[in-house]
């Protein structure tokens, strides 16, 4: 099948749109990117002058359609892309009767962005059960469930040096980018010995308990899975942006186990529906929680061991980039 992949390459280092592109080409697609933040335009031009935003969006406009004349696919598969206009792909569609997918990745943030979007698409996957809740009670029925997964190229246990295990050793480990709702949780955790890691960190203020825990700011796929094989539990906290319940997974659920840590990881609905607590991971409810549960794995680590093991197994056999994409060829095909 040939699909033009609508992407973003807005960071250096991989990520989902990466495994789930390198996931359709193992499958044999013929797949034919296209970076939906291509405008050619700086954002600090863009972001002062309304009419260069506008001719940004022209051009991405443009060089899209002409990527799809060229290419004619079978499949328009978006990951996002909301730069892409209503008419460019209602014209695109009635010209070549592509099948249209989008994924929509970042709820709730994009949510109102979404619900005028969805009708455009044959298919519209999300998330979490709460953007498929509130698309269909908003009367899209084209809404299907699509969480995150790991991909076992990369997130994988891994052996490490007696240096490397000297300079990365933790009792519990945290990856992952700071919000208030993070560092408040950690600052409650922050007596335990507990290795930080990922972007703004640095931003904590200079008598925050967690300033000595932080070791460094973002890392490449192969550095964070090394700062897992060095822990004893990897932590996990889903972050919430909206001002109601969130319930969907972050791709740390995914990844963490398979490294094959114990992940800790606060209490959503998704993650009890996809495992289950005590046996594949553990979910917390409460910093008291949390503690007492950071306590007891790190006096049995022979049972925090048999959970990662079973987690890991669950997660190679159900959620991998390369079941998903199993699945969404089942999605299309009805």
Known sequence: MKIVYVRSYFSKFKTLYDYLEEALQRAGHEV??????????PARVRQYNKYIEEVGLYKINHDFTRLVEEVRPDMLLMLHGFTITADTLQNLKEKYGMITVNWLCDYPREFDIACHYASLFDHFLVSGSDALRRLRLAGHKNVHLFPFACEPLYHKPVELSAAEEQQLRSDV??????????????????????AIWGPRWNEVESDSPLRHLVRGG????????????????ALNNISSF??????????RVFEIM???????????????MAFTSGDELVCYSSINELRSLIVYYLDHPEKA????????RKVMQLHTYDHRVHELMAIIKG
């Open 218 to 233: 973002s890392l490449e796929v192969d550095e964070w899975v090394r700062a897992y094989a060095a822990t004893k539990i």
């Open 173 to 194: 480990c945290f990856v992952g980018s700071m919000y208030p709702g993070r560092m408040r949780m950690l600052e409650k955790v922050s007596d335990f010995d507990i």
């Open 242 to 251: 909206a001002p109601y319940v969130d319930n969907m997974m972050n791709t």
């Open 258 to 272: 398979a490294c094959k840590r114990l992940q800790l990881v606060d209490t959503r609905d998704d993650v009890l």
């Open 32 to 41: 034919y990117p296209f970076d939906y933040r291509a405008y050619g335009i």
């Open 305 to 312: 061991q048999k959970i990662a093991e079973s987690g890991y």
